[in-house]
């Protein structure tokens, strides 16, 4: 019976041991220190096992839980915030001018194979696959999971014009702000875009929109 008692008591002596090395362990983490502070707490009211060294460890758990509390959170956050919202991303506002120039060149390619401008972007598919996103403006974010995009604005005028643009930083297309093709000052003349851009690297000086 006294063996058993015995057995029992250093059961308890090794799990306790091994709770407060995990703890001592996790001290370090930021995001989960907290843990560590509340055991190692516990540990000085009721069980009193090895305080000098467990007081080393609970000091680094709360320094790391204040570090983790006053700056990584508030940083991590605010940095989640600037790059995960609803409207307009400059960060991708070059990407998507690349896109539209690309859905631009499948815009002529399909109008010299069928001499007709197409009704709408999904006529220049062609097999490929393309979403027609504009990267550049976010219409709905869930946190780590799904981030929902602008469709790229496209209208058929007539069976000679055309708008091909991105809706900018109001949310709104055929306004000031919209994200346009780029093209080469040589195709302005001949030209079925509405509204484009020259490309910087023909005329560097030019800021001009038609």
């Given at each position: 019976?006294s063996?058993?008692?015995k057995?029992i008591?250093?059961?308890?002596?090794?799990?306790i041991?091994?709770?407060?090395?995990?703890?001592?362990?996790?001290?370090?983490?930021?995001y989960?220190?907290l843990?560590?502070?509340?055991?190692?707490?516990l540990?000085?009211l009721f069980?009193?096992?090895?305080?000098?060294?467990?007081?080393?460890?609970?000091?680094?758990?709360?320094?790391?839980?204040?570090?983790?509390?006053?700056?990584l959170?508030?940083?991590?956050?605010k940095l989640?915030?600037?790059?995960?919202?609803?409207?307009?991303?400059?960060?991708?506002?070059?990407k998507?001018?690349?896109?539209?120039?690309?859905y631009?060149?499948?815009?002529?390619e399909?109008?010299?194979?069928?001499?007709?401008?197409?009704?709408?972007?999904?006529?220049i598919?062609d097999?490929?696959?393309m979403?027609?996103?504009?990267?550049?403006?976010v219409?709905?974010?869930?946190?780590?999971?799904?981030?929902?995009f602008?469709k790229?604005?496209?209208e058929?005028?007539?069976?000679?014009?055309?708008?091909?643009?991105?809706?900018?930083r109001?949310?709104?297309?055929?306004t000031?702000d919209?994200?346009?093709?780029?093209?080469?000052?040589?195709?302005?003349?001949?030209?079925?875009?509405?509204?484009?851009?020259?490309?910087?690297?023909?005329?560097?000086?030019?800021?001009?929109?038609?």
């Open positions: 019976m063996l058993t008692i057995n008591g250093k059961f308890r002596e090794y799990s041991d091994i709770i407060l090395i995990l703890s001592a362990v996790i001290s370090f983490s930021p989960i220190s843990i560590a502070v509340v055991i190692f707490s540990n000085f069980v009193k096992r090895h305080v000098n060294v467990t007081l080393i460890f609970f000091s680094i758990a709360v320094l790391t839980s204040v570090f983790n509390y006053s700056y959170k508030p940083k991590t956050e989640e915030k600037e790059i995960f919202y609803i409207g307009f991303h400059y960060n991708w506002e070059n998507a001018i690349q896109s539209l120039n690309y631009n060149h499948k815009i002529i399909y109008r010299c194979n069928t001499g007709f401008l197409p009704n709408n972007l999904d006529d598919q097999g490929d696959t979403s027609f996103n504009d990267e550049s403006f219409t709905q974010f869930e946190k780590h999971k799904t981030m929902d602008a790229f604005y496209y058929k005028i007539d069976s000679n014009h055309y708008h091909l643009l991105g809706i900018g109001d949310g709104l297309p055929k000031d919209d994200l346009l093709p780029e093209i080469s000052i040589s195709d302005t003349s001949k030209t079925e875009l509405m509204r484009f851009k020259i490309k910087e690297n023909t005329r560097p000086t030019l800021k001009l929109e038609h």
